[in-house]
């Protein structure tokens, strides 16, 4: 069974433009998260998608973020427009349905995004 | 606010000896645990979780450890191997709860 994948796996933009990263999760997992983790810090919650819905966005830095889980599928991650702070490695994870209960979450390798 | 952090930001260990990596938390309401192993150019990967309801869960060569008295979690390792190396993160959620939310990591590095 594929895992977790993510693409790019590096993007190295200029401040200012726009990047898209994308994340397809496990197969049949309604559960699909976005984290990052900035240079020298831990690694943060940035929010969780129920298929389609968008369960918890409280991480989620400012409105230059925008992400989409249209069909309940694969997840875009957009930053736009890019800051310099925004550099780091953003990863995503999916978990299986569950209702109330913590289930494993399952992390793709990650996209390390450099804004110059 | 609430935080989740870890003592040491690395471990230096000889190949064959026992690994002991510790991890504080302030949430009194968190409620379950799960230490990961991240290796280089890869995403964090699930080692062992463990519930409030328990203060000792045992794995394949790891065993996590939980004091909820003083918040303190702990991975064990045995008998340490090269391949062990790796920056290891403890992360914590609440009941009903699905973020995680993340220690900074400790750097495990086995020598010969």
């Known amino acids: 069974e594929a895992g977790v994948t993510q693409f790019p796996s590096h993007s190295v933009i200029e401040k200012g433009q726009t990047v898209t990263l994308r994340c397809d999760p496990i197969?049949?997992?309604?559960?699909l998260y976005w984290y990052r983790r900035v240079m020298g810090k831990e690694i943060k919650f940035l929010l969780h998608?129920?298929?389609?819905?968008?369960?918890?966005e409280s991480g989620m830095p400012n409105n230059r973020f925008l992400a989409e889980r249209t069909g309940g599928t694969y997840s875009t991650l957009k930053v736009q427009p890019a800051e310099l702070e925004d550099s780091g490695v953003y990863f995503c994870?999916?978990?299986?349905?569950?209702?109330?209960?913590?289930?494993?979450?399952?992390f793709g390798p990650g996209t390390r995004l450099t804004v110059t | 606010g609430e935080s989740v952090g870890l003592h040491l930001p690395t471990l230096s260990v000889q190949e064959g000896d026992n690994s002991i990596i510790n991890c504080a938390y302030s949430?009194?309401?968190?409620?379950?645990f799960i230490w990961y192993k991240q290796e280089s150019g890869k995403g964090p990967q699930f080692i062992i979780d463990i519930r409030s309801n328990m203060d000792k869960r045992q794995g394949q060569r790891v065993t996590v450890l939980l004091n909820k008295t003083v918040k303190h979690l702990s991975l064990q390792i045995a008998a340490t191997q090269p391949g062990d190396s790796a920056v290891y993160f403890c992360a914590e959620n609440a009941w009903r709860g699905y973020a995680l939310n993340f220690g900074k990591g400790t750097s495990l590095l086995v020598t010969p």
């Open positions: 949430n009194s309401a968190s409620d379950y």
């Open positions: 994870a999916s978990s299986q349905k569950g209702t109330g209960v913590s289930y494993e979450q399952y």
């Open positions: 197969s049949g997992h309604d559960n």
């Open positions: 998608f129920v298929k389609e819905s968008k369960q918890d």
